[in-house]
């Protein structure tokens, strides 16, 4: 933290900021426009997940007694460590940002390579649930069966599995994108691209991290917790 | 330029979300009939509304970014809303005495297997 003083302030930062763009009047100007973009962008993203959202909602209420059974066959446990290092690397990834607004780039590091490892630890959890589902044969369309009681429910369970690999699917290639675009920041932030005028990309990559974690907000209680009671 | 929060608020809103999964994962393992749906709903609307306020920093933004930011929930509510209506009301009567609307009832699992509760349109009820 003791670093600050390593990113000069720039004296002429109006008009003469090396990162302002010719065609915006101002810094002020530029980050605002990028924000507003940034924000469409999760626009479109919110309505992409919705139609899964809604396809859920939908066979939810066809299916309940298949839903309370498929979320039963899913790791509380699991999921709920998963929401909890998700929620902490979305505390990480704002503390980056405020290093970055802040001018301390060795924070910026330091919190941009925590969130990261957090994205990790939760992509390598997912691996190991979705390596169990295989095992169990919980993989539509791959010898999909259920056993025992539920045995009578297995066409809706199917239903529910494909959801919940879609789901979840598309929620990790997310994070690894996500993961991707944080290798490149973390690497500008220990070059020192980033001043306390200037630190835009790390701030539209937190908003595209907190994004995918609030998407793991709903879908742990939606897929993990749907019916707890009857154990 | 760009808001700047002090640190104790990103540990306070950490702190409340943890809270809140706690109480989702509470609230599964108690038996509110109708009401375990709505609540984990209402949890997860909580945490997320407190992730765009105070991490996506959604309270210090413009009145458009604003407006930009309700504006995909307001579209999610459209799609919602108005594909579950019409779901929801295959199976009303047209006119009295009249046939129930093709397609309400979804495809049943297995012959036999026991149903989720709630009304199914027979066949033939037209005919009565």
Sequence with gaps: ?231 | MSHISPKSTYYTIFGILMGLTALTVFAAFHHLGVFNFPVALGIAITKATLVILFFMHAKYSSRLTKLFVGMSFFFLMILFTLTMTDYLSRGFKTYPGGAAGAGYAPPRAKPGAHEAAGEEPKEGEAAH
């Design chain 1, 1 to 231: 933290m003791s670093d600050a003083a390593a990113i000069p302030a720039d004296a002429h930062a109006h008009g003469h900021h090396p990162d302002l763009q010719h065609h915006f009047d101002s810094l002020e100007q530029q980050h605002e426009a990028a924000t507003l973009g940034m924000w469409l962008f999760l626009v479109t993203e919110v309505l992409f997940f919705g139609g899964l959202f809604m396809a859920y909602l939908l066979y939810r209420v066809w299916y309940p007694e298949a839903w309370a059974a498929g979320s039963e066959e899913l790791s509380i446990r699991l999921g709920g460590f998963n929401t909890v290092v998700l929620i902490g690397s979305s505390l990480t990834m704002a503390m980056a940002v405020r290093s970055a607004q802040t001018g301390y780039r060795r924070a910026t590091v330091g919190w941009l390579l925590g969130t990261m490892a957090l994205g990790l630890t939760f992509l390598v959890v997912k691996f190991f649930e979705y390596k169990d589902k295989f095992t169990h044969h919980h993989v539509p369309g791959y010898d999909f069966h259920i056993e025992g009681a539920h045995a009578g429910l297995a066409g809706p369970m199917e239903i529910f599995f494909s959801l919940y690999f879609t789901m979840t699917g598309l929620h990790a290639l997310h994070m690894i994108i996500g993961f991707g675009i944080m290798s490149v920041i973390t690497w500008m932030a220990y070059r020192g691209r980033f001043s306390t005028q200037w630190s835009t990309p790390v701030e539209m990559s937190g908003l595209y991290w907190h994004f995918v974690d609030i998407v793991w907000i709903f879908l742990f209680p939606l897929l993990y917790l749907v019916d707890r009671t009857g154990q």
